[in-house]
């Protein structure tokens, strides 16, 4: 197996972020420190990072039915509860991050590459939301959000977004992202002075939550991330 395939499989990163780390030094094979990305590693070699033994492991991705009150960090300084306690190891990747006050469906992995595939913008995956604002958004605002926000130093910020009902002065919307920006749907809806009350994510690409429950999760099958292949 290539250098690079192994690392990530030991849940070090996407390939790209292994072959970063290979051509720092920070990869020994036997002893010896190994800058080769194409270097194929066998089960009899003896292989190190940061001095320390590492073993590919069995890829697995969890889906997980976020609570409100965790945070997707492995450590808070806060004493905060963390997502990585209601998991079967730590030793995974966050695919992104909900906010301590989201709830909803995130992916959680130990495959480098999936990981990379999940989340970078370039792979265009739908991200779908429910979400309760203070204020309706006008026609014209929700068409400027579709054609993009320039917010953040002028970082441009687009989603899809469709009404679905109002409530006792709640108004609860359909929002569809395809990238992951920090506090993306907030800034956008405080962007026309329109405060999110709460924040949901059911649908990850083909993934939904079905009738799992909050604060559980489950195991991912193979055939559902065929789609992610593409």
């Not at 390939?15 to 720092?24: G, L």
């Not at 999110?196 to 055939?223: D, Q, T």
């Amino acid at each position: 197996m290539r250098l690079n395939k192994y690392l990530a499989q030991c849940g070090l990163g996407s390939r790209r972020k292994c072959d970063e780390i290979i051509s720092k030094g920070k990869i020994k094979i036997n002893g010896q420190i190994v800058k080769d990305f194409s270097f194929s590693v066998t089960n009899e070699d003896y292989v190190q990072y940061n001095n320390k033994l590492i073993d590919a492991e069995t890829l697995v991705t969890y889906m997980l039915f976020k609570p409100k009150g965790y945070i997707c960090t492995k450590n808070d300084k806060y004493n905060r509860k963390v997502i990585y306690d209601l998991l079967p190891t730590s030793n995974l990747f966050s695919v992104g991050r909900l906010d301590y006050d989201t709830t909803g469906l995130i992916l959680l992995t130990n495959d480098g590459d999936l990981c990379y595939k999940l989340s970078h913008p370039k792979f265009q995956i739908k991200k779908k939301y429910i979400v309760s604002t203070d204020q309706k958004l006008t026609n014209s605002q929700v068409k400027q959000i579709s054609k993009g926000l320039r917010i953040d130093n002028k970082i441009k910020y687009t989603a899809t977004i469709n009404f679905l009902s109002s409530e006792k002065n709640k108004f609860f919307w359909d929002v569809i992202l395809t990238e992951g920006k920090n506090r993306e749907i907030k800034k956008i809806f405080n962007f026309f002075g329109i405060k999110v009350l709460s924040l949901h994510r059911y649908k990850f690409g083909n993934l939904m939550l079905g009738a799992l429950k909050e604060g559980k999760y489950r195991k991912i099958k193979k055939s559902e991330l065929k789609s992610f292949e593409k």
